[in-house]
């Protein structure tokens, strides 16, 4: 059988973070250089993000009653939305999570697809399937919510919801409030409360599978919020929305029979909203909600977990000029020799022919990484537990390195996540020390996701962990 790997949990050049540098500016500038004129839609619209994610206005006007979605690019980057003058918002911008299919009697085909993520946040994991393949899919993004499998609590094996996805604060486990083989749990916490770097919501788990053949699929987990920024050298006037909620996940409709009966998804996290400008005004709305769990008509013991809030952050700045930092990076180049395509789109991106031999070599190339460290390889499945391995070390230079892994893909769909750690100069963790609690940084890593944007974190000499905002990597990225 054909095997697919999804580059969507994969490579990602620079981590995405911004912040304000102050040194000799007056006012504040927010970096856009006007090049694509006002942005001033009269009716709903869905822009098409660029591949960087990037919009240079010169002003933004969102009438009431106008909503404003974006369609992911293909590195599903966060929204960046500049503007050189004001910004007004008395109608919506909607960044969230997408909501996963209902399921269950009077449903046809396979409806265990999740909620996709909203731009720059992360997809849910897919519902398990009736009888076999009964465990369901994680969600994806740091703070993930686990697939259920089948626990023989009830019904000789009850199927298990989905947890809900993490972010501000953890995901919700399923109802049945037990676990089997740590399935099923909410997604932790994760990033920063100043928003950098800049990242979405994590996606639910799927809900497990009935135990007859005559049940349907489970449910997919909610897409996790979106991400989005907004900087403005003006006013920003808020009398409307910014939204980036997660996903709910989808119902289960049944009938009464237990044994034909499967399980809900988690919903996903909510996203991040990012707002900096010299003045803010406004009683407008922002809205970084987790997505609500799905019913199950036979017991609600069957259904998911809720997602957990994301978070927001409004600055106001009255000098400086918004950075956006570039990091070390990290990606994966090819797969059992196939190439990773320069802009993969998410899906199908390589295609392993059915006598490709397991294990499959897995090729990673690096920038801005001392050479010697490993790669962490992780494959999550369309179904079922994950794996990880380790590469052999990284050769090259700190400029430009490579090194490889094998790993056995199954056949169906497969998301790869990659990510690297490496020890830093003592006088470079003393001076990381202020971002971390003024405790030394010892290591550094990065994890490159494609599903979403790559992510920094510092690792004190006694093992704390604290995610890394952009200043921290400028000052990694400078040397000093």
């Not at 992360?122 to 519902?127: A, E, I, V």
């Not at 994806?140 to 089948?150: E, K, Q, R, S, Y």
């Not at 919700?172 to 749990?185: C, E, I, P």
């Not at 700190?398 to 490889?404: C, Q």
């Amino acid at each position: 059988m054909t095997r697919i790997v999804n580059l969507r949990a994969i490579a990602a050049g620079a981590l995405f973070s911004a912040a304000a540098s102050l040194a000799g500016a007056t006012g504040f500038n927010s970096g856009s250089t006007g090049a694509d004129g006002p942005f001033s839609p009269t009716a709903n619209t869905t822009v098409t993000l660029p591949p960087s994610g990037i919009f240079n206005y010169t002003t933004i006007d969102i009438p009431a009653g106008v909503t404003v979605t974006f369609a992911r690019n293909p590195t599903n980057t966060p929204v960046v939305l500049l503007a050189t003058g004001n910004v007004n918002i008395a109608g919506a911008i909607d960044v969230s999570g997408g909501v996963s299919l209902t399921s269950g009697f009077g449903t046809t085909g396979d409806r265990s697809l999740p909620g996709l993520g909203g731009p720059g946040g992360y997809d849910g994991g897919r519902g398990g399937a009736p009888e076999v393949n009964r465990r369901a899919g994680n969600g994806l993004g740091p703070g993930a919510g686990g697939g259920g499998d089948a626990v023989a609590t009830c019904c000789s094996a009850g199927p298990q919801g989905g947890g809900g996805g993490g972010y501000g604060l953890a995901g919700a486990a399923n109802l049945w409030g037990v676990t089997a083989g740590n399935t099923g749990l909410g997604g932790g916490v994760y990033g920063s409360n100043l928003l950098t770097p800049l990242v979405g919501g994590s996606g639910g788990g799927g809900g497990a599978g009935a135990a007859a053949l005559d049940g349907f699929y489970g449910t997919g987990g909610g897409g996790g919020g979106g991400a989005i920024l907004i900087a403005v050298s003006g006013t920003v006037t808020l009398t409307g929305s910014i939204l980036a909620n997660g996903g709910n996940s989808g119902n289960y409709l049944n009938t009464g029979i237990a044994t034909q009966t499967s399980a809900t998804g988690g919903a996903g996290s909510g996203g991040a909203i990012r707002i900096v400008a010299s003045n803010f005004t406004g009683s407008g709305t922002l809205s970084v909600n987790g997505g609500t769990k799905g019913t199950n008509g036979f017991s609600s013991s069957f259904a998911g977990g809720n997602g957990g809030r994301g978070r927001t952050s409004t600055e106001i700045v009255t000098t400086g000029t918004l950075a956006l930092a570039g990091l070390p990076a990290l990606a994966i180049t090819s797969v059992a020799g196939v190439a990773a395509p320069a802009a993969p789109s998410g899906v199908g991106d390589v295609v392993l022919a059915a006598g490709t031999a397991n294990p499959a070599t897995v090729v990673f190339a690096t920038t801005g990484i001392p050479v010697g460290n490993t790669v962490s390889l992780t494959l999550t499945p369309q179904r079922g537990a994950a794996t990880t391995v380790t590469s052999a070390p990284l050769a090259g230079t700190v400029g430009a390195a490579s090194a490889s892994a094998s790993i056995d893909i199954p056949s169906g769909p497969s998301t790869l996540i990659a990510r690297t750690s490496y020890t830093i100069t003592v006088a470079m963790g003393e001076s990381l020390s202020r971002f971390a609690n003024n405790e030394r940084v010892e290591r550094i890593e990065i994890s490159a996701t494609y599903g979403g944007p790559s992510q920094a974190k510092l690792i004190t000499v006694s093992g704390k962990v604290f995610d890394a905002p952009a200043e921290a990597m400028r000052i990694v990225a400078l040397g000093r």
